[in-house]
């Protein structure tokens, strides 16, 4: 399947290291999580990177399921929760997630299905859902 978009992100560093674009649009320090280093820092970490792509996404989604069902006035929030957990499976860690999306001007009891609608149309749910094809590659220089 020919991609609409493609972008590629570098590390280096890993966690404690720098993540960019390669026109270098993009550029920002990542850091381990407070609960995870100990150190008290501002920088972001990957997860803090994925909740903010899942939003924006899921939102985006959400925008045509609301035009598709002529809603107007709808204004809303769309917060994204990662959660690094241990995968006790392997001794690694696996991502989880949530989304809560707070409508102003969305009638009660349609919200839930606006959500779940998105939920099916989202790229990055249909990623937590069903995965991802994923191609690996090691070189040496």
């Known amino acids: ?29 990542v850091k381990q999580p407070k609960q995870m280093s100990g150190e008290d820092t501002k920088e972001t970490n990957p997860e803090q990177l994925f909740a903010a792509a899942y939003s924006a996404c899921f939102n985006s989604a ?3 399921v609301l035009k ?9 929030v769309v917060n994204a929760t990662a959660r690094l957990l241990k995968d006790e499976s392997d001794g ?3 991502l989880s997630a949530a989304i809560e999306v707070e409508f102003d001007g969305v009638a009660e009891d349609k919200a839930q299905q606006y959500v779940e609608d998105a939920h099916k149309l ?3 749910s249909k990623m937590a ?9 090691g070189t040496t220089k």
């Open 92 to 94: 690694g860690f696996k």
């Open 68 to 76: 598709k069902a002529k809603e107007e006035n709808t204004d809303r």
């Open 1 to 29: 399947m020919k991609p609409l978009y493609e972008v590629t992100m570098i590390n280096t560093g890993g966690r404690d290291g720098e993540v960019y674009s390669e026109d270098k649009s993009f550029s920002m320090n």
């Open 62 to 64: 959400l925008d045509g």
């Open 129 to 137: 859902r069903d995965g991802i094809d994923v191609e690996l590659k």
């Open 122 to 124: 989202c790229p990055y």
